[in-house]
Each structure stands twice: as structure tokens, then as C-alpha cells.
T-cell receptor, first 110, second 119 residues
């Protein structure tokens, strides 16, 4: 089956780093994605990583992929209150479909 | 970036009525559109994949006759919830995908969602 698991909640202080974790089961995924959802809104693609990469850095965002353990993480450096949202990892393969994780609510305390 | 709109943003209807939700790609042609359903504090569940000019492909457990999908043009897909009941109340989100290209990362562009409440 295709199950993508995330921890439900993460609370950090403003200025700290946040690390959101994700585990997936479909080893045939071509790309893995991180999406951000603000309250009552759709999803915004933050970043993605190709399955043959280990790491990708994009400004404050760092994505780490451990394909052996099927583990994906998103690190947000210098977390700001505007980063408060729900973060979804997603995996995609040849079928065009995205399988979303359970979502992690990130709360940033001022 | 590519923009996807949905209309309406929220709707309240009586049980037994039908509700149509529109999804439009504003600045690109979407050969494929997707419809998701999201319950409070839960993830997005794919309901169906819609390709322009052909019948939608529904995920297991999604009733075709209950959730009618039409993708009549490259910029518009509609989802009609027929004979809506309170258990159909949810947040419905569409996404759209451009035709595959050389640098294709299979990106989907998401609409802002439609909150449906059935009384």
C-alpha cells in the first residue's frame, strides 16, 4: 500500500530551526515534495527533491532524503511566525498521482 | 507562477440538493486536473483524476454517480456533488497539471479550496 506518515504537531520558538519528518512506503516514487497549507487555503509547493538525490537546499529550506529508510525531512532555518501552517509531504511517481502525508501542524511561538 | 481558481470559495446547501464547484486554470492549459477532499485536521484524499475530453478516473471508494466530474476544456473542470448529505460536508480542493515537458517535475498547482456545508 501507499502510506505516508508524519508527526501531527511541532512547536518551535521564533528564530529556531524546525525539522518536519515524513516516512513513505512506495520506493518507486520519482519525486518527493513538501507543500504548505495555510488556514482555509489550498496548498503551496515549497520544494521538491528527485529520488536520486540525498539533499537539496533552497534558501531557508533543506530537504534530506534517506531512500534506504524511506525517510524524508524538511528543515526550516530561522523559523518565523509566518511559517506557521500545516506541512504535507507527498510522493509522486509515474502515475501522475500524488500521495499526501498526514500533515504536520507547525506552530511558531513568538 | 501558475494560478488555479475555484468557485465558490464556500457554499451552504440543504440536504438533497446538488452543488457544482468549478476549478479553472487561469494562465495555463491543464491537460489533467485532480479533485481532492480534505476533512478537518486530516490529509488530502484524492477523489478522481480528470483528463480533458475523457471520463474521469475515480479512486476506489468514490462514487461516480455521487461526484460527477466534467473536464470539458483545457482550463475548466467541474465537480458536482449530487443529492448532497451532511456527510458530504468537507473542504474540496482541485489541482491542475500542465502538459508534461522536458523539465517536468509532475507539479500540481492547487486551487484555494471550496468549503461545502450541507445542512
Amino acid at each position: 500500500g501507499e502510506d505516508v506518515e508524519q508527526s501531527l504537531f511541532l512547536s518551535v520558538r521564533e528564530g529556531d530551526s524546525s525539522v518536519i519528518n515524513c516516512t513513505y512506503t512506495d520506493s518507486s516514487s520519482t519525486y518527493l515534495y513538501w507543500y504548505k497549507q495555510e488556514p482555509g487555503a489550498g496548498l503551496q509547493l515549497l520544494t521538491y527533491i528527485f529520488s536520486n538525490m540525498d539533499m537539496k537546499q533552497d534558501q531557508r529550506l533543506t530537504v534530506l532524503l534517506n531512500k534506504k529508510d524511506k525517510h524524508l525531512s524538511l528543515r526550516i532555518a530561522d523559523t518565523q511566525t509566518g511559517d506557521s501552517a500545516i506541512y504535507f509531504c507527498a510522493e509522486g511517481g509515474a502515475t501522475n498521482k500524488l500521495i499526501f502525508g498526514t500533515g504536520t501542524l507547525l506552530a511558531v511561538q513568538p | 507562477g501558475a494560478v488555479v481558481s475555484q468557485h465558490p470559495s464556500w457554499v451552504i446547501c440543504k440536504s438533497g440538493t446538488s452543488v457544482k464547484i468549478e476549478c479553472r486554470s487561469l494562465d495555463f492549459q491543464a491537460t489533467t486536473m485532480f479533485w481532492y477532499r480534505q476533512f478537518p485536521k486530516q490529509s488530502l484524499m484524492l477523489m478522481a483524476t480528470s483528463n480533458e475530453g475523457s471520463k474521469a478516473t475515480y479512486e476506489q471508494g468514490v462514487e461516480k454517480d455521487k461526484f460527477l466530474i466534467n473536464h470539458a476544456s483545457l482550463t475548466l473542470s467541474t465537480l458536482t456533488v449530487t443529492s448532497a448529505h451532511p456527510e458530504d460536508s468537507s473542504f474540496y480542493i482541485c489541482s491542475a497539471r500542465e502538459p508534461p515537458g522536458l523539465a517536468d517535475i509532475n507539479e500540481q498547482f492547487f486551487g484555494p479550496g471550496t468549503r461545502l456545508t450541507v445542512l
